[in-house]
């Protein structure tokens, strides 16, 4: 966890609402300790101070602080001071002292594991150490039927409120996790998969065909596509138009192909796709068909930008023994369809070039 700005914030925010929930539970408990006890006056006060004010005043003061983690950190310390302070007020009444202490404990753990408990026990004997000095022990007295009553919301529902808390922040935390990962494994201006996500797919689909025999039908094909000239259209448009082909042709890809396709950025101005179950035929009608739409595009920047694509493809052959192999056919391809003449799709098997209007097998 971060611990300056919107993180420590958010930290506060949430230490807010427990700790008016629990510090209100807890004025219930410390009240029906001290009842019979008859304290003066003042400690009556501090002990609504403590359970009504101080909720709103620390975090008040944690919005305050340059580092409002830090700042929450001395609060979770002084609750704990505060927590032995009123175990010796109760006079070590056996169960308001040991509810007030394993709540606080519970709370210490969750937030910050075994060394802010640690941390946080110091801190409760420092306030038993001041709280014996006040009130000094005369005889522990027997936990009443009353008591037992009190101590029984705090016991109920702060862990409940806190397990709350815990789970919405791990639910968060995953969310985010998940948002990273889908991040980090896609390419920030196509939006479609990046180089190393859309070959660990590769690798999956050649797993799967590898697994699945075709039964005499192409287990489907990969294509690499390339945008023709594209370092000319940096060049003569600027880095700026050749983005926006970048992300015409991604959105193209998104929209002109099956679900069952897994598109992805090779990198540069390269594209890839992988064809699940396609036969050589339909795969070069889907290819071609792509090639046609997105020379028709056009763009604002220059209505006479037009742009063409090379297309290599390879299907599938059972006598490949790595995905690399498959890989590499279709990238020998589209080595054919730019030498060849561009604007045109290469199927590496049969070594057919589809002139930009004709599709022949």
């Known amino acids: 966890m971060q611990k300056t700005g919107k993180k420590g914030l958010s930290l ?9 929930l629990g510090l209100t539970l807890g004025l219930l408990v410390v009240s029906a300790g001290l009842y019979p006890l008859d304290p003066p006056p003042w400690v009556w006060g501090f002990m609504l101070f403590n359970g009504l004010l101080w909720p709103h005043l620390s975090y008040w003061w944690a919005r305050q602080c340059a580092v409002p983690y830090h700042a929450e950190h001395r609060n979770l310390l002084i609750d704990a001071f505060l927590g032995g ?4 007020a109760m006079q070590f009444n056996p169960l308001p002292t040991a509810v007030t202490l394993a709540m606080m404990a519970m709370n210490n753990v969750a937030i910050g594991g075994l060394r802010f408990l640690l941390v946080g026990v110091v801190a409760q004997v420092a306030g038993i150490a001041v709280g014996t000095v006040i009130f000094p022990l005369t005889s522990v007295p027997m936990t009443s039927p009353a008591q037992i009553y ?5 016991l109920c529902l702060y862990p409940m409120a806190l397990g709350w ?5 791990a639910y968060t935390l995953g969310r985010q996790k998940r948002e990273l990962l889908a991040l980090s494994r896609t390419d920030s201006l196509t939006g479609l998969l990046n180089h190393g996500a859309w070959k660990d797919r590769l690798d999956e689909e050649f797993q799967r065909c590898v697994r699945h025999p075709a039964d005499g039908t192409a287990h489907g094909a990969i294509a690499l596509i390339d945008i ?18 970048l992300r015409q042709l991604g959105k193209l890809l998104r929209q002109n192909l099956r679900t069952a396709d897994i598109v992805g950025r ?10 699940p179950d396609l036969t050589l035929h339909n795969a070069v009608q889907a290819m071609d068909g792509l090639r046609e739409r997105f020379a028709t595009l056009s763009y604002e920047q220059d209505p006479a930008l037009k742009v063409s694509l090379s297309i290599g493809l390879a299907v599938f052959d059972p006598a490949y023994n790595d995905a690399t192999l498959w890989l590499n056919d279709a990238d020998q391809a589209l080595y054919d369809a730019k030498t060849s003449g ?14 930009a209007s004709v599709v022949s097998l």
């Not at 302070?85 to 010796?88: G, H, I």
């Not at 009190?150 to 705090?154: K, N, R, V, Y």
């Not at 808390?165 to 922040?169: A, N, T, W």
């Open 266 to 275: 090779y990198g540069g101005d390269e594209f890839c796709v992988i064809l």
């Open 12 to 20: 506060a925010r949430r230490l807010y609402v427990s700790r008016i």
């Open 228 to 245: 023709d000239h594209f370092k000319a259209i940096n060049d003569t448009y600027g880095h700026g138009a050749g983005d926006i082909v």
């Open 165 to 169: 808390i815990c789970f919405r922040q």
């Open 85 to 88: 302070f009123w175990v010796v």
């Open 150 to 154: 009190a101590c029984l919301p705090l």
């Open 342 to 355: 561009r604007n045109r799709v290469t199927c590496h098997r049969h070594r057919q070039v589809l002139e």
